[in-house]
């Protein structure tokens, strides 16, 4: 551990280590959680996985930036993209991005942004399909959040259509890229990608949900609030009136409900995994462990509905542990998975309720929701890739583990 804070406090000591090192000693500064999954994965795809993981946080980094303007934000993702696709001006970018930075962005952000240009040099090691898939998940996140970055989310997002698409544009899309790499590592895995790629997305979608119930408190205290006043209209609450001392049947109602949600995209996340083929268990367990923590902290907010703070449901380090010795020691049968997964979620869903909507089907015109001073035509492009029947949100910069999340998945 020092030898990485030493690293990261010199970026150009962090420079002379190898490619692997160096990615290595970034996750560890930004991601606790993907420090420890990441490496999981087999050789194969660890460096692509991992490079993935760090141009998603720069992504990240700039749309939670508070002193950049939502023009600024535009400004710097666009260009990103392109650094991205073509990995020129890196240098350009950095120096330019760098010195905008607040106090409010982790260090370990700090150093990731003046470092960039060997991440980006990383990506365009990798070979062309695997570079067209980090590159369109950058872009579709690039794209889609700084619009509701930009919205005034203090009463919530009006429906959960809504909160599909913002999950979609933070999680989803890392879901479809890392099956793209999978796919691209196994020819096996590639016979089943039509059907991952759409579990894909509602494997993120578990994930994210999980991370915004946990959130809610610390969320907002930021004046934000990321739950959808549809499901909550429906058991009579209004979102105007939350607060940590909110303690009403209503409102907990409509936190079982959403966990019932969730649960149902965990049940598509087991799915996922159980398609991977049972001896690639450095994949299995990369996905196992995200969705067995994602499972236990939604049963606990389901045992704490009156929770006002995510300490009161973070998992506590055995239960990390038992996740993982549990993929170690079933991961390969999808039969003791099925069995695990319904023991563990017992009580998530709610009886006798089902969400449906009109809607659900219509991909609406995302130009609407459009910041001002930013034009429609900037933001279109993502709404051709939507499924609102099931998108999904990513995991915010916590971990389950710690507190919320990158995309997470």
């Known amino acids: 551990m020092s030898a990485t804070r030493i690293s990261l406090e010199n970026p150009k000591l962090l420079n002379q280590l190898s490619d692997d090192d160096f990615q290595a000693a970034l996750?560890?500064?930004?991601?606790?959680?993907?420090?420890?999954?990441?490496?999981?994965?087999?050789?194969?795809?660890?460096?692509?996985?991992?490079n993935a993981y760090l141009l998603c946080r720069i992504t990240d980094t700039i749309e939670d930036e508070v002193s950049l303007s939502p023009r600024?934000?535009?400004?710097?993702?666009?260009?990103?993209?392109?650094v991205v696709k073509t990995g020129d001006n890196s240098e350009a970018f950095a120096v330019e991005l760098a010195p905008l930075l607040s106090e409010q962005t982790i260090p370990a952000e700090h150093t990731l942004i003046h470092v960039l240009p060997r991440v980006i040099q990383i990506t365009h090691t990798f070979?062309?399909?695997?570079?067209?898939?980090?590159?369109?998940?950058v872009e579709t996140m690039a794209e889609g959040m700084p619009v509701f970055q930009a919205l005034d989310l203090h009463d919530g997002l009006a429906?959960?259509?809504?909160?599909?698409?913002?999950?979609?544009?933070?999680?989803?899309?890392?879901?479809?890229?890392?099956?793209?790499l999978f796919c691209h590592y196994s020819e096996a895995i590639a016979q089943h990608k039509e059907e991952l790629l759409s579990l894909s997305v509602s494997f993120g979608q578990g994930l994210q949900m999980t991370n915004i119930l946990k959130d809610i408190w610390d969320d907002a205290e930021r004046g934000v609030c990321w739950l959808p006043q549809d499901i909550f209209t429906e058991t009579?609450?209004?979102?105007?009136?939350?607060?940590?001392?909110?303690?009403?049947?209503?409102?907990?109602?409509g936190l079982e409900r959403l966990i019932s949600i969730a649960h149902g995209h965990l049940s598509d996340a087991l799915k996922y995994t159980q398609l991977i083929p049972a001896h690639e268990t450095g994949i299995r367990n990369f996905c196992l462990w995200a969705l067995g923590m994602a499972v236990l902290?939604?049963?606990?907010?389901?045992?704490?509905?009156?929770?006002?703070?995510?300490?009161?449901?973070?998992?506590?380090?055995?239960?990390?542990?038992?996740?993982?010795?549990?993929?170690k020691v079933f991961g390969r049968s999808n039969a003791m998975l099925s069995l695990l997964f319904s023991l563990t979620s017992r009580g998530l869903?709610?009886?006798?309720?089902?969400?449906?909507?009109?809607?659900?089907?219509?991909?609406?015109d995302i130009a609407l929701y459009a910041p001002e001073g930013i034009?429609?035509?900037?933001?279109q492009s993502s709404a051709s890739i939507l499924d609102t029947s099931s998108c999904v949100h990513t995991p915010g910069k916590e971990d389950i583990p710690s507190s919320q999340v990158d995309p997470n998945f």
């Open 236 to 253: 009579g609450f209004d979102l105007k009136n939350l607060s940590p001392e909110t303690d009403f049947k209503n409102f907990r109602k």
């Open 349 to 364: 869903k709610t009886p006798d309720w089902h969400y449906s909507t009109l809607s659900s089907a219509i991909v609406p």
């Open 297 to 327: 902290t939604l049963r606990k907010i389901r045992q704490h509905l009156d929770f006002n703070h995510s300490d009161q449901v973070k998992i506590t380090r055995n239960s990390v542990k038992a996740t993982i010795f549990a993929a």
């Open 27 to 50: 996750l560890e500064g930004v991601s606790r959680t993907f420090a420890l999954t990441i490496p999981q994965l087999p050789a194969g795809l660890y460096s692509a996985v991992a």
């Open 375 to 379: 034009p429609p035509a900037s933001v």
């Open 159 to 180: 429906t959960l259509d809504d909160m599909d698409k913002y999950c979609y544009y933070v999680a989803g899309c890392v879901g479809e890229m890392l099956t793209k």
């Open 72 to 82: 600024q934000k535009q400004y710097f993702c666009a260009e990103f993209i392109n």
């Open 127 to 137: 070979e062309p399909d695997q570079i067209a898939a980090l590159a369109g998940c």
